[in-house]
């Protein structure tokens, strides 16, 4: 069993917080152990609690969509949330439920050490620049830690609010400018061929 799979099995058993009571199946995150983006979500919805996937109903959708307009595919890159149970109606994480869960992110994050972590949303926002407001930050990448932050609105947003989504589409294609960035800040330059001195 992979450390990543270890994890899914104690958020399957977790018990740590209310959100356990009321839960059909915990979501503990999926992708490869190697991605290079990692997206933290809120917290599962109903499609998610039914399935025990992140991501899959209407927001997921978009989330896909979008993942292609940055040249990536749901398969490279490991999605998760803040919680991994699903709040009540959808109600918004509370703190203490985001402090019981934050564990099992954390080990996520130290396994997975991706270049890139896209926080969607408000409350991954407030995890690595607390006190900033998405309309503020949205789209600009910061370095915090080991990790450049990516800061967007959450494809749910966009769903409810469509002028929102012309700014979350701008933010991926800012995303796709940093992947590149990365990729070629790692290609190792072919050394210069020396001068042959005559003397």
Same mark, same amino acid.
């Given at each position: 069993?992979?450390?990543?799979? #270890?994890?899914?099995?104690?958020?399957?058993?977790?018990?740590?917080?209310?959100?356990?009571?009321?839960?059909?199946?915990?979501?503990?995150?999926?992708?490869?152990?190697?991605?290079?983006?990692?997206?933290?979500?809120?917290? %599962?919805?109903?499609?998610? #609690?039914?399935?025990?996937?992140?991501?899959?109903?209407?927001?997921?959708?978009?989330? $896909?969509?979008?993942?292609?307009?940055?040249?990536?595919?749901?398969?490279?890159?490991?999605?998760?949330?803040?919680?991994?149970?699903?709040? %009540?109606?959808?109600? #918004?994480?509370?703190?203490? $439920?985001?402090?019981?869960?934050?564990?099992?992110?954390?080990?996520?994050?130290?396994?997975?050490?991706?270049? =890139?972590?896209?926080?969607?949303?408000?409350?991954?926002?407030?995890?690595?620049? %607390?006190?900033?407001?998405?309309?503020? =930050?949205?789209?600009?990448?910061?370095? =915090?830690?080991?990790?450049?932050?990516?800061?967007?609105?959450?494809?749910?947003?966009?769903?409810?609010?469509?002028?929102?989504?012309?700014?979350?589409?701008? #933010?991926?294609?800012?995303?796709?400018?940093?992947?590149? $960035?990365?990729?070629?800040? $790692?290609?190792?330059?072919?050394?210069?061929?020396?001068?042959?001195?005559?003397?």
């Amino acid at each position: 069993m992979s450390d990543l799979q #270890d994890i899914a099995r104690r958020v399957a058993a977790c018990t740590d917080c209310g959100l356990a009571k009321g839960r059909t199946r915990a979501v503990p995150g999926e992708g490869p152990e190697q991605a290079q983006v990692m997206f933290i979500g809120e917290g %599962p919805g109903y499609n998610e #609690d039914q399935q025990g996937r992140p991501f899959v109903g209407a927001a997921g959708q978009l989330l $896909e969509q979008l993942l292609a307009t940055a040249g990536l595919s749901r398969s490279q890159v490991f999605i998760t949330n803040m919680v991994k149970c699903r709040p %009540p109606n959808n109600r #918004d994480p509370l703190p203490g $439920e985001i402090a019981a869960c934050s564990k099992y992110l954390d080990r996520q994050i130290e396994l997975i050490k991706p270049k =890139v972590i896209v926080t969607l949303g408000r409350y991954s926002l407030g995890k690595f620049l %607390p006190g900033q407001t998405i309309g503020k =930050v949205h789209g600009k990448p910061r370095t =915090v830690g080991q990790q450049v932050v990516c800061p967007m609105y959450h494809p749910a947003a966009a769903l409810h609010q469509a002028s929102l989504k012309k700014d979350i589409e701008q #933010d991926f294609k800012t995303l796709a400018s940093q992947l590149r $960035e990365a990729a070629q800040a $790692e290609t190792p330059k072919e050394p210069e061929p020396k001068q042959m001195s005559m003397f």
